[in-house]
């Protein structure tokens, strides 16, 4: 799986927008960009997830660069429950010879205040 | 519901003794991974299975082992090999057909070796 790069902490006021960069210039044409957030002492919740175009749930939205090469994520209305560390990772479809391995980098420490 | 999980929550072992933490899924996933965490550090990945009767190593493999007799089920032992234990340890089930293959975690069991 590609290596992904995402800084080490970020702050953001509440009910602004939160906007979590991820670096992965390596990613191959097949991987799909994941985020995952965890909040202290628990396991890591799915957030999004999307292979090229831009992508948006009830949670999140995801903006991926043309070239693939970074992507966002975005929380349009932070909250203090959105206070976590966010994990951005890489992984190729289910199937293909890469697949296999899940692996999370460090994350970014998001904290939002009032 | 289905889901993940993890048990016990706490475990307490005096220093030199095996230790099996417990992993159950009701996803019908096939695959499954156990990670560990350390306080202000991200996921590691310890050992992955893909399916029934074979797992892989993770990165930090060394003084732990696994088996995976059943599709559900997936322990994880930590011996007296190794040298740190205390830590929390994440465990986490995927799909391995289609495109969403997102993962799905436990809530994790806080070791405590005295």
């Known amino acids: 799986d590609a290596k992904t790069t995402q800084p080490t902490s970020m702050d953001c006021a509440e009910g602004r927008a939160a906007n979590l960069p991820c670096n992965h210039s390596?990613?191959?044409?097949?991987?799909?960009v994941y985020w995952y957030r965890q909040i202290h002492s628990q396991g890591p919740q799915y957030i999004i997830h999307?292979?090229?175009n831009n992508e948006t749930n009830e949670m999140a939205s995801l903006i991926i660069t043309e070239d693939r090469k970074s992507s966002t994520l975005i929380l349009p209305h932070a909250t203090l429950r959105d206070t976590a560390v966010y994990y951005c990772?890489?992984?190729?479809?289910?199937?293909?010879?890469?697949?296999?391995?899940?692996?999370f980098g460090q994350g970014t420490i998001l904290t939002v205040h009032p | 519901d289905g889901g993940i999980t993890q048990s016990p929550k706490y475990l307490f072992r005096k220093e030199g003794q095996n230790v099996t933490l417990s992993c159950e899924q009701n996803?019908?996933?096939?695959?499954m991974y156990w990670y560990r965490q350390d306080p202000g550090q991200g996921l590691r990945l310890i050992y992955y299975?893909?399916?029934?009767?074979?797992?892989q190593k993770g990165d930090i493999a060394e003084g732990y082992s696994v088996s995976r007799e059943k599709k559900e089920s997936f322990p994880l032992t930590v011996t007296s090999a190794q040298k740190n234990p205390t830590a929390f340890y994440l465990c986490?089930?995927?799909?391995?057909?289609?495109?969403?293959?997102?993962?799905?975690f436990g809530q994790g069991t806080r070791l405590t070796v005295v």
């Open positions: 996803l019908n996933h096939d695959a």
């Open positions: 390596t990613i191959s044409g097949n991987e799909y």
């Open positions: 990772i890489v992984r190729a479809p289910a199937g293909g010879t890469s697949y296999g391995k899940l692996t």
């Open positions: 299975s893909q399916i029934v009767n074979d797992f």
């Open positions: 999307g292979l090229k």
């Open positions: 986490a089930s995927t799909l391995n057909r289609g495109m969403n293959t997102e993962a799905f």
